[in-house]
């Protein structure tokens, strides 16, 4: 026979005080576990929703990123004039020859700086790049100027970086005259400029970094990046450009590693809290216990109800925690990327998903906590136990 709900209910609501804080032990544990996993998405989306799905990136071969890799224009005029490029209304290939550099940012937080992508881009660029992006504060750069447009989430957390500010590098000072918004991608954390003048400044008018080109279709996407691997004239290497973000997610798997070997160890600490619960729930329930069995109760409905009563205390941890990391939902932040070597700005997201996992794990700490004491309260004597009245 079953023990009501009711039952475990009352029982933890009579010892309010030993309730609140073991939940609020186990609370604790859900929320930095969930802290981790929701930066974590938050920087996995803002990589694999880089890129349009039909966009090849085609860098020197043996590259690992952008940034070292060196691309010639006479390997990119030979790349344009491949079939499978998709054109624009004037029947131009759409391909862009751009040059990543990095440069430093100063932040107040951090007076040393932090390395920023700067890409130098052609109108071309900008086209296959615009359907994604889209000016929140003042106007696209000029070519042949010194003027910069910088993402989004570079303006919010660099003073210097906002509309009308000034930017020392290279040879010269550039102007900042637009804040874009590429909605949750990679280009949030980019200054972008003209090509031909930020290669001059760089000194490297003839070896650039890439090229994007847009493919016609998914067919012709696979056919063009055979013809760009074996054309032997070229050396390079060619990548789907959501591929290629999608795999910079990597440089957050450290921080998920630590952040769970954290959330283990602490879980091993709010499992025995829990289990220190139970065990003093069963001591001082003793002669209870033995009255329920004289009144009909089986050992494994006693069994069950203190297991029901310890998921019910590591439930509310768990309510209680994904309460606690609500408030980080949508938190921008940003992060070393160790394959481009420079800062990407996120937000930290805690999907329904993510939530309902901190909710789990809070049960399995509680469950694993409270089995072995409400074990021992499931096998008491009920002699022994009566003793106790």
């Given amino acids: 026979m079953a023990l009501p709900f009711s039952y ?6 009579a010892r309010r005080t030993t309730t609140i804080m073991t939940a609020l032990g186990i609370a604790l544990t859900v929320a ?53 490029i998709a054109r624009d209304a004037r029947g131009e290939p759409l391909a862009s020859l ?6 430093v940012l100063e932040n107040p937080a951090i007076p040393s700086g932090i390395n920023i992508n700067v890409r130098g881009l052609t109108q071309d660029g900008l086209a296959i790049r615009g359907s994604g992006i889209r000016l929140t504060q003042g106007r696209m750069f000029q070519p042949g100027r010194r003027e910069v447009v910088v993402g989004q989430g570079i303006a919010h957390r660099y003073p210097m970086a ?38 001059s400044d760089q000194n490297r008018e003839t070896t650039l970094s890439s090229a994007l080109l847009r493919a016609s279709g998914e067919v012709s996407m ?33 921080v998920l590693t630590l952040g769970v070997f954290v959330a283990i160890i602490m879980a091993v600490g709010s499992s025995f809290a829990s289990m220190n619960t139970m065990y003093a729930s069963v001591a001082q329930r003793s002669a ?18 203190f297991v029901l009563e310890s998921l019910l205390l590591s439930l509310f941890g768990g309510i209680l925690g994904c309460l606690l990391v609500l408030p980080l939902n949508n938190l921008e932040t940003g992060i070393g990327n160790s394959v481009t070597f420079s800062e990407i700005t996120f937000h930290f997201r805690a999907t329904p998903s993510i939530l309902a996992g901190g909710i789990a794990f809070a049960l399995l700490v509680g ?18 136990a009566l003793r106790q009245l």
Avoid at 8 to 13: F, I, K, V, W, Y
Avoid at 98 to 103: A, F, G, K, M, S
Wanted: glycine residues 10%; charged residues 20%.
């Fill in 8 to 13: 475990n209910l009352r029982n933890l609501l």
């Fill in 32 to 84: 930095v576990l969930l802290s981790i996993l929701t930066m974590v998405e938050g920087l996995r989306v803002a990589l694999a929703g880089t890129g349009h799905p039909l966009n090849l990136l085609v860098m020197r071969k043996g590259s690992t990123a952008e940034l070292n890799s060196t691309l010639t224009q006479e390997a990119f005029r030979i790349m344009r004039t491949q079939p499978g």
């Fill in 98 to 103: 751009e040059l990543v550099t990095v440069i």
């Fill in 162 to 199: 906002r509309l009308g500010g000034t930017l020392q590098f290279g040879k010269g000072d550039w102007q900042v005259v637009g804040v874009m918004d590429a909605g949750r991608s990679a280009a949030n954390s980019e200054l972008f400029c003209d090509l031909y003048q930020l290669a």
């Fill in 222 to 254: 696979q056919a063009l990046l055979n013809t760009l691997v074996n054309d032997n004239r070229l050396h390079v290497v060619a990548v789907p450009e959501r591929k290629y973000y999608a795999e910079q997610s990597e440089s957050g798997r450290p």
């Fill in 288 to 305: 209870e216990i033995g009255t329920l069995r004289v009144l009909g109760f089986s050992r494994l409905g006693i069994l069950t109800s």
């Fill in 367 to 384: 469950g694993l906590g409270g089995l072995i004491p409400a074990a021992s309260a499931a096998r008491k004597e009920i002699v022994a």
